[in-house]
């Protein structure tokens, strides 16, 4: 039997979230649209384990659009009651109210800067910044940073600990633990 893959332990054995960390987590991004939707899922996740939003991303797929920001904008309050409905999202009125607020500020950036990609990763000189520190780290002086410039633009639930897990998803950060087969 072959020896498994040394991985970060925050993924554990579950094999969605295995699949996650060894396809997804830490991949640099910079298409639009998976940069929405990661930042919208990284918001649902505030104060809940990854794990929970990864198992209901594909119903959070389907009641928003499949992450358009140009549809998710529109939603009102009659659709955040519809959504508050839907046991397969997390259905916290705050989180689900920002969605269409963080869409339209989304939308203001890519006007601005011609996508969102580019506002992002000019932080970075548009490169991953590679972090080895033996220790999981929770936030960090650029997602301080961008978190208070989003918040600036008038997005919710982009407070740093939040941006900081999102940079490391979209592989801005690259965090990925010494001794991991993806470091």
């Not at 498994?4 to 993924?11: D, E, H, Q, S, T």
């Not at 309050?77 to 500020?105: C, I, P």
């Not at 203001?108 to 011609?114: N, V, Y």
């Not at 506002?119 to 940073?145: I, Y």
Request: charged letters at 25%; a positive charge; glycine letters at 8%.
């Amino acid at each position: 039997m072959p020896r498994p893959k040394p991985r970060c332990f925050w993924c554990g054995e579950d094999p969605l979230y295995v699949a996650y960390h060894d396809r997804e987590w830490g991949v640099p991004v910079r298409d639009d649209r998976l940069l929405f939707e990661q930042l919208i899922l990284e918001g649902a996740q505030s104060g809940l384990s990854w794990i929970t939003v990864l198992r209901k991303r594909g119903r959070y797929r389907e009641a928003f659009a499949g992450f358009d920001p140009r549809k998710v904008a529109r939603f009102d309050a009659r659709k955040v009651d519809a959504l508050m409905k839907d046991s397969g999202l997390v259905r916290h009125r705050g989180k689900l109210e920002s969605v269409a607020l963080n869409a339209r500020a989304f939308l203001a950036m890519q006007a601005e800067h011609g996508s969102f990609a580019a506002w992002l990763w000019a932080h970075v000189d548009g490169r991953p910044v590679v972090n080895r520190s033996p220790k999981p780290q929770t936030t960090s002086l650029l997602a301080e940073k961008i978190s208070k410039e989003l918040r600036r633009r008038g997005m919710k639930f982009v407070g740093p600990t939040i941006i900081h897990a999102y940079l490391q998803a979209v592989g801005v950060l690259n965090d990925h633990l010494p001794g991991c087969w993806k470091a």
